[in-house]
């Protein structure tokens, strides 16, 4: 009597030690089906012989143990990544212009979202990383932000592809861009949100870029924004969008730009495309020769020779 009290004492910490040990590996269905079952077999312990209930256990330990030993993608968040791209302003000034960083599940919700985004950016450009610039709260509309780029004015947005986001919450993916600004109108709330067609674009000197800026707001669908004036690292220029935001930029010296614009009357959240200017490609060498020979008393005399040359064989011959 007293080995089988012992036997049952210890099928019943086997059981729960081997569900124990799923969980902490985050494989919840294995640990959920372990726990299940271990308290109907110990339940129905009395109803079966001793014998037949250590067949039924050994089974379903074996099953268990396979069970355990498949990954479940959902709550491995080590393994969850992707490169994002993201700008902030704030009250009308790019602190962060288009900066792509692959970010990773920092707040441990079994994927990316925008408070991961967010986070990784403060850790890599503010000074003092995200602690000292960057902080959630969870309230009414769920978790939101406290704190952006060392302010805690509460005015702040997010929007996730150049669309208002629904929350930090939401999940990115590879080649997301994340844009979060804290407002310039305080009182109002009337900042716009508006975007170029592209947030990067690489051109060399002797090219145009072609922009299309757009005002999206809180519109589900963006409106062409006429009449704004482009502006090269925070200088206006002489830059203006038509009538269906369109405009043509060119760059007389290589470098890293950052476009943005601005617009009388309105209050714009800063459109940000971040130029890559490089030098034109040299122009291909070309060599053409003329070969001539001239005949003198019945004899052919020495060929005359002329070669003419054109574009750049410096970087093939060293002149």
Not at 48 to 59: D, P
Request: charged fraction near 20%; charge should be negative.
């Amino acid at each position: 009597m007293g080995n089988a009290c012992f036997a049952r004492t210890m099928e019943k910490q086997v059981l729960f030690c081997v569900a124990k040990k799923r969980m902490q590996r985050c494989n919840l269905p294995a640990a959920f089906f372990i726990c299940a079952f271990s308290l109907l077999l110990i339940r129905r312990r009395r109803e079966s012989s001793m014998k037949t209930f250590r067949k039924v256990l050994s089974l379903l330990l074996a099953t268990a143990m396979l069970v355990g030993m498949t990954p479940v993608t959902f709550a491995d968040s080590d393994s969850a990544s992707a490169d994002v791209t993201v700008s902030i302003a704030v009250a009308g000034e790019v602190e962060v212009a288009a900066k792509t960083l692959t970010v990773t599940d920092q707040n441990g919700s079994g994927g990316v979202d925008i408070d991961d985004v967010l986070y990784a950016a403060h850790e890599a450009y503010y000074e003092g990383g995200a602690e000292a610039g960057y902080a959630t709260a969870n309230n009414e509309w769920g978790l939101s932000i406290a704190e952006l780029w060392g302010d805690n004015s509460g005015f702040f947005s997010y929007y996730l592809n150049n669309a208002s986001a629904n929350s930090l919450s939401d999940a990115v993916s590879d080649g997301d861009y994340v844009y979060a600004f804290v407002y310039e109108d305080q009182t109002g709330w009337s900042d716009s949100y508006s975007c170029f067609n592209k947030y990067t674009a690489s051109i060399a000197t002797d090219e145009t870029l072609e922009l299309t800026l757009s005002d999206v707001g809180w519109n589900p669908t963006a409106s062409p924004l006429a009449d704004a004036t482009i502006t090269v690292d925070g200088t206006e220029t002489t830059y203006t969008t038509d009538e269906e935001g369109k405009v043509s930029l060119s760059f007389d010296a290589a470098g890293k730009y950052t476009v943005s614009a601005v617009k009388e009357g309105k209050t714009l959240v800063p459109p940000v495309c971040v130029v890559t200017v490089g030098e034109p490609e040299p122009e291909p060498a070309t060599v053409t020769v003329d070969f001539t020979a001239q005949a003198a008393g019945g004899f052919l005399c020495a060929p005359q020779f002329s070669a003419e040359v054109s574009g750049d064989l410096s970087d093939k011959y060293g002149f």
